[in-house]
């Protein structure tokens, strides 16, 4: 079992590498299962477990040179353009990981990132551009000592982007990752996330997930703000108990196929985050009318045809419309004619389940 003090490198007598840059292209992903509240240090107060997705990704080079003066120093750019709203955010997470990391403030760091999807679409970057800078970071400490494990890499990548973001922890490797301890998998840990253990029913192979843009603008509640919320909610309780339970419901649908258990779980999920938000003081709602208009016409048209499709909801009005390989013709010819309407300039992002992050 992994703890807290196993991901701390000491540099302290190492000749460290003068300079050089890594390149990663590390996807968003979306949880089917939802992390809806956490401790400290970005610890979560249930179990979570998502689909990796593929479309959606992030691109992020860190160029590093040593320099004489010990502390930390880092420049960002956005699409070619120097980003200094993005830098608080940054110094946040190199301060956390500082401790586990400590060779980064050793070097001036400059991160190139962009993102394959618009700024603005509403889909959440921080779990891709987190978990691209943590690969970066740790290909840094691989170099330093070459006989790291992979395995130890990708657990101490998911590591450092979890303090980074949450559920960056999970945009490490894929198809499907559970982030947080629940009593059935030995291996999972509130501190990193690890694969689906075991086989999954082919059904779940090459998984279309189409993202309705329904509200391209900023979030309405920040993710911090919205976790926070969770902390005197009178039903965390009983909602972190029921995550547990979905958890182990779900993965037992994972295995078989059970695709009523499956479509049944991950729109309860959607819901049930929502519902925290709206019962919750401050309270929100992030749905719009159109994301009830596609959830209707999605319940309309599985009642009629019993295509498994079916729908999840991140925490904002954009709809994430999940279905089989097996049956994507029938739904993508559904879902252009009777709810591309509902979208923001008509746009929505054909994405699919991918195997995590590449080095490039
Ligand atoms: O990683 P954060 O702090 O942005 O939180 C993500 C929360 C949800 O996207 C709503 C749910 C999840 O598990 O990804």
């Known amino acids: 079992m992994q703890q807290e003090q196993d991901f701390i490198f000491n540099n302290a007598k190492i000749n460290l590498p003068e300079q050089g840059s890594f390149t990663f292209k590390t996807p968003s992903n979306i949880a089917l299962v939802k992390y809806w509240g956490k401790k400290e240090p970005q610890l979560p107060e249930n179990p979570s477990i998502s689909f990796t997705l593929d479309a959606c990704f992030t691109l992020t080079t860190l160029e590093y040179k040593k320099k004489d003066k010990d502390g930390l120093n880092f420049e960002i750019y956005f699409e070619g353009k120097k980003k200094d709203d ?31 999807f618009p700024h603005s679409s ?7 551009g987190m978990a691209a800078l943590a690969l970066c970071i ?77 509200d391209e603008g900023e979030k309405q509640v920040s993710s911090t703000v919205g976790h926070n919320l969770m ?10 108990e029921q995550a547990n339970e979905n958890l182990s419901k779900i993965s037992t649908a994972l295995k078989n196929g059970d695709m009523k258990i499956f479509i049944n779980i991950i729109e309860s999920e959607a819901l049930t985050l929502h519902a925290m938000m709206m019962t919750s003081n401050p309270y929100f709602i992030l749905m719009k009318p159109n994301t009830l208009e596609i959830i209707n016409k999605i319940w309309q048209f599985r009642n009629k045809t019993n295509a498994n499709i079916c729908f999840t909801l991140d925490a904002g009005a954009n709809v994430h419309v999940l ?23 008509k746009n929505y992002i054909n994405d699919r389940t991918g195997f995590g992050a590449k080095q490039i």
Not at 122 to 128: D, N, R, T
Not at 323 to 345: H, V
């Open 86 to 116: 993005f830098k608080p955010k940054i110094a946040t997470f190199l301060k956390r990981i500082q401790k586990y990391v400590p060779f980064v403030s050793e070097y001036n760091l400059i991160i190139n990132s962009r993102n394959s």
């Open 122 to 128: 509403g889909i959440a970057s921080s779990a891709s």
């Open 138 to 214: 740790m290909s840094i400490e691989k170099e330093i000592n070459p006989k790291m494990s992979s395995e130890y890499f990708n657990k101490k990548a998911s590591f450092l982007a979890r303090l980074g973001s949450g559920s960056a922890s999970r945009s490490i490797e894929g198809p499907l990752v559970i982030w947080g301890k629940h009593k059935d998998l030995d291996k999972s840990s509130d501190l990193f996330g690890i694969k689906f253990p075991g086989p999954v029913h082919e059904v779940f192979n090459n998984y279309h997930d189409t993202i309705l843009l329904v």
């Open 231 to 240: 902390d005197n909610h009178p039903f965390a309780e009983k909602r972190f």
């Open 323 to 345: 279905y089989p390989e097996k049956e994507k013709e029938a739904i993508n010819n559904f879902i252009i004619s009777e709810l591309i309407k509902y979208c923001q300039n």
